[in-house]
């Protein structure tokens, strides 16, 4: 089973910026899709971006296009998400997520870290 752990999550103002990492267990990570997702208490989990195995092609939900970049380094088991011009309504959860098969589109993964809270003041 893989593991995930989340970091860099922390308190920051409006149009400031943050970068999240989340580090794979297993070298098994060059091998999945890999997300982030964000949920706000009391909220349904929302998909944030994804990105491909090799990095080459990414996917983000509209409210963060143009302002968050999901990127990875297979050679370190760890995939990142630059969060740049940051809103107050990012303020959430922040999980990352990952997935040995299927589409990049899909919101459907296998493993799940524990989250980092990201809270954007205004």
């Known amino acids: 089973q893989v593991q995930l752990v989340e970091s860099g999550g922390g308190l920051v103002q409006a149009g400031g910026s943050l970068r999240l990492s989340c580090a794979a267990s297993?070298?098994?990570?060059?091998?999945?899709?890999m997300g982030w997702f964000r949920q706000a208490p009391g909220k349904e989990r929302e998909f944030v971006a994804s990105?491909?195995?090799?990095?080459?092609?990414?996917y983000y939900t509209d409210s963060v296009k143009g302002r968050f970049t999901i990127s990875r380094d297979n050679a370190k088991n760890t995939v990142y998400l630059q969060m740049n011009s940051l809103k107050p309504e990012d303020t959430d959860v922040y999980y990352c997520a990952g997935k040995p098969r299927g589409s990049l589109y899909s919101t459907a993964y296998d493993y799940w870290g524990q989250g980092t809270q990201v809270t954007v003041s205004s």
């Open positions: 297993e070298h098994t990570f060059s091998r999945s899709i």
């Open positions: 990105i491909t195995r090799s990095g080459g092609t990414t």
